[in-house]
């Protein structure tokens, strides 16, 4: 067993989102994701095959649904249900946004 620290490597990217994949096996994933001001691109929606729960760990962010939007601060958790379709709006400009994603 390998003691992990979620705080460990926070890198400070514009350019780019970071995915650090923490555990997976066939049946779950579970991901750190860092965001820097990163949104998903115009016109772009996740359907994905699996179910996502999110953990925000720091910063903001702002999901968009078919009809509505929700606004995410620290500590905030969110279960997305598979298919249903939806997109990173808005994350933090200003402060690092660290994602907690558990996908089953």
């Known amino acids: 067993m390998e003691k992990y620290n979620i705080f460990d490597e926070i890198p ?4 780019e989102e970071k995915f650090f994949e923490i555990f997976k096996d066939e049946k779950i994933k579970i991901e750190k994701i860092v965001s820097n001001g990163q949104k998903s691109p115009e016109n772009f929606w996740y359907e994905q095959e699996e179910s996502e729960y999110i953990l ?3 910063g903001f962010a ?3 649904f078919d009809d509505y939007e929700v606004e ?3 500590g905030d958790c ?3 249900k598979a ?3 939806h997109r990173v709006k808005f994350t933090s ?3 690092t946004t660290i994602w907690f ?3 089953y």
């Open 12 to 15: 400070v990217d514009k350019s």
């Open 56 to 58: 925000l760990l720091e």
């Open 62 to 64: 702002i999901l968009e």
């Open 72 to 74: 995410l601060k620290k």
């Open 78 to 80: 969110l279960n997305i």
């Open 83 to 85: 298919y249903q379709k």
């Open 93 to 95: 400009l200003d402060e």
């Open 101 to 103: 994603a558990v996908f």
